[in-house]
C-alpha cells in the first residue's frame, strides 16, 4: 500500500563506551502514518541505570519482511528531559535525508 509504513518503535541507551544498546523495543503497526502503540515501562535501572541524563537514542523503522527495515527517523535525549512538562513532542530526523541539499522537513513527529 503506497504512502504508509509498517512502523516500529526502538529505545537504546548509550553504553560506557558510547554506543547504543537497546532496552525497548515495540509491537509494529501495519500500513500506517500515525502509530498508537500500546503502552510500555521500562525500568529506571534498565533505561539508564539511575543516570538521568544518560543519552537514550529513539528510532522508528519501517519494518519490511526481508529485515532490512527502514529508518524512518530518530531524536536523542535524556530521562531529566523526558520529565520535563514540556517534554511532550519530538521530531524524527533521518540523518541521510537531512544531509541531502535542500529543505528538510522532519519524517514524523514522536
Same mark, same amino acid.
Given at each position: 500500500?503506497?504512502?504508509?509504513?509498517?512502523?516500529?518503535?526502538?529505545?537504546?541507551?548509550? =553504553?560506557?563506551? /558510547?554506543?547504543?544498546?537497546?532496552?525497548?523495543?515495540?509491537? #509494529?503497526?501495519?500500513? %500506517? @502514518?500515525?502509530? !498508537?502503540?500500546?503502552?510500555?515501562?521500562?525500568?529506571?535501572?534498565?533505561?539508564?541505570?539511575?543516570?538521568?541524563?544518560?543519552?537514550?537514542?529513539?528510532?522508528?523503522?519501517?519494518? =519490511?519482511?526481508? /529485515?532490512?527495515?527502514?529508518?524512518?527517523?530518530?531524536?536523542? #535525549?535524556?530521562?531529566? %528531559? @523526558?520529565?520535563? !512538562?514540556?517534554?511532550?513532542?519530538?521530531?524524527?530526523?533521518?540523518?541521510?535525508?537531512?544531509?541531502?541539499?535542500?529543505?528538510?522537513?522532519?519524517?514524523?513527529?514522536?
Amino acid at each position: 500500500f503506497f504512502g504508509s509504513s509498517d512502523p516500529f518503535l526502538v529505545i537504546s541507551r548509550t =553504553n560506557e563506551d /558510547g554506543t547504543y544498546f537497546p532496552v525497548a523495543k515495540t509491537e #509494529t503497526i501495519m500500513n %500506517t @502514518l500515525n502509530p !498508537e502503540w500500546q503502552p510500555f515501562s521500562v525500568s529506571l535501572q534498565k533505561l539508564c541505570n539511575g543516570q538521568y541524563d544518560r543519552p537514550l537514542l529513539f528510532e522508528v523503522f519501517d519494518w =519490511n519482511s526481508s /529485515g532490512n527495515h527502514e529508518l524512518i527517523g530518530r531524536f536523542k #535525549t535524556n530521562v531529566s %528531559t @523526558l520529565q520535563r !512538562e514540556d517534554a511532550v513532542e519530538f521530531k524524527l530526523w533521518n540523518p541521510k535525508k537531512r544531509a541531502k541539499r535542500g529543505e528538510y522537513q522532519p519524517s514524523g513527529r514522536l
